[in-house]
Antibody, heavy 121, light 106 residues
């Protein structure tokens, strides 16, 4: 059974750094891409970026390029999303999800349970 | 980015109703469209991909249709478990979501 289990909720101050995680199981981690989706409070879904753990190729949505870093550790089947300096606008629920790739696009067939990030002074 | 517009934003319906949600793309996306269901406090769940293919385990009361720029998600007989927010997502180029349609109890 495919499972994506994310790390717990975080409360941080503006300017602090943060790294959240997503542990995959039930499939070959290095054979599939894995990605991150943001949902701001009361809002819709935004794809942020994806990584292929096999070769670390990473693709970012242009609006998130330079704002976050996506990485993966294939030795422990875990993907990460990190910020070097959080802003209040980073308040959101973040989901990891496994994309099904199709050409230049992809949809998501499995999702983690979400990690709530609260940034407040 | 390709823009995705869903209508309506909110839909009030009763158990047993036939419900239709529309999703329009700002340019042709062939049939590269997925639909998701999201309940409060939960992750989205894939319902349909390639416009009309049901994901594994999704009840047959859900169906999808359309191609090009206009798509629909239909629930043939609304069940209590179906009250949720539904999102379309194009994946012809990268992947953008619609703004969501909330299906609420009438």
């Amino acid at each position: 059974e495919v499972q994506l289990v994310q790390s717990g909720a975080e409360v941080k101050k503006p300017g602090e750094s943060l790294k959240i995680s997503c542990k995959a199981s039930g499939y070959s981690f290095t054979s599939y891409w894995i990605g991150w989706v943001r949902q701001m409070p009361g809002k819709g879904l935004e794809w942020m970026g994806i990584i292929h753990p096999g070769d670390s190729e990473t693709r970012y949505r242009p609006s998130f390029q330079g704002q976050v870093t996506i990485s993966a550790d294939k030795s422990i089947s875990t993907a990460y999303l990190q910020w070097s300096s959080l802003k209040a606008s980073d308040n959101a629920m973040y989901y990891c999800a496994r994309p099904v790739m199709r050409g230049d696009g992809h949809y998501f067939d499995y999702w983690g349970q979400g990690t709530l990030v609260t940034v407040s002074s | 980015d390709i823009q995705m517009t869903q209508s309506p934003s909110t839909l009030s319906a009763s158990v047993g109703d036939r419900v239709t949600i529309t999703c329009r793309a700002s340019q042709s996306i062939s049939t590269w469209l997925a639909w998701y269901q999201q309940k409060p406090g939960k992750a989205p769940k894939l319902l349909i991909y390639k416009a009309s293919s049901l994901d594994r385990g999704v009840p047959s009361r859900f169906s999808g249709s359309g191609s090009g720029t206009d798509f629909t998600l239909t629930i043939s007989s609304l069940q209590p478990d179906d009250f949720a927010t539904y999102y379309c997502q194009q994946y012809n180029n990268i992947g953008t979501f619609g703004q969501g349609t909330k299906v609420e109890i009438k």
